[in-house]
């Protein structure tokens, strides 16, 4: 605890569960596990599919260090896994890069199916967005749970979303059968970069680190 903040991985300075060269912090979470939650986080390691991830994951990770985009280690990834059918989740706003997307996994032997966010044509009010929250945006819905719903159908063996908005997108993670990864995470200001905003913090977005009132 330090300020009544209880202090976590995201407060270390030390990262010695990575170097294993220099003492761990006092608020260490590797200290702190319980044998049980080591156990039980093992075992989930025995199952095959997430033995592969892991592995191919490390793989790729080490081969292609500072060389591939993560388009190419999306499409390594796939081959890798034996992935044939891919899911895309696509924002209606990156239709384009998505259809690039599409060609790019195509000519690299995927079946592509894709379902964008406005998918079925509902309603917001139909869910209870209050009129005054849809003036600047339209009166069609986002609709996450059917694009997974669309492309559990169809049975993707994985899933690529492409720019979905912050919740949006968590409950596409939350219904999709298949695993998924992310391409683009929206960030509507900063050309799809969020960690722009982070990076800025000591300049033209020194207002995030402001005290909310
Ligand atoms: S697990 Fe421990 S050493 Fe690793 S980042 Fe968290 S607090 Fe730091």
């Known amino acids: 605890m330090k300020d009544g903040i209880r202090l976590s991985c995201v407060d270390c300075g030390v990262r010695n569960c990575e170097t294993r060269d220099r003492e761990y912090p006092e608020f260490c979470l590797t200290t702190e596990l319980s ?9 989930l390691y025995e199952d095959e599919e997430n033995r592969r991830v892991s592995v191919i994951s490390a793989e790729i990770e080490n081969e ?11 499409v390594e990834f796939a081959k890798r896994m034996g992935f044939h059918k ?7 706003g990156l239709l384009e890069e998505s259809r690039v997307l599409a060609r790019i996994l195509r000519k690299k032997g995927f079946e592509v199916y894709g ?4 998918i079925g044509s509902f309603e917001k009010k139909s ?11 339209g009166a069609i819905m986002c609709n996450p749970i059917m694009q997974a719903e669309v492309l559990n159908e169809a049975g993707t063996d994985l899933n690529v979303v492409m ?20 391409l683009v995470a929206k960030d509507r200001v900063l050309a799809h970069n969020p960690a722009g905003a982070l990076y800025q ?5 020194k207002r995030l680190m402001k005290d909310d009132d």
């Open 163 to 182: 720019g979905l908005c912050v919740g949006h997108d968590s409950l596409f993670y939350k219904y999709s059968k298949a695993l998924v990864t992310t």
């Open 127 to 137: 869910v209870g967005v209050a009129e005054e929250d849809i003036a600047n945006t």
């Open 86 to 92: 891919l899911g895309i989740a696509t924002c209606v």
């Open 35 to 43: 044998p049980e939650t080591v156990e039980k986080v093992r075992r």
């Open 64 to 74: 292609f260090y500072l060389r591939y985009t993560r388009v190419q280690e999306l």
């Open 201 to 205: 913090t000591g300049s033209y977005y």
């Open 115 to 118: 379902a964008a966010c406005k």
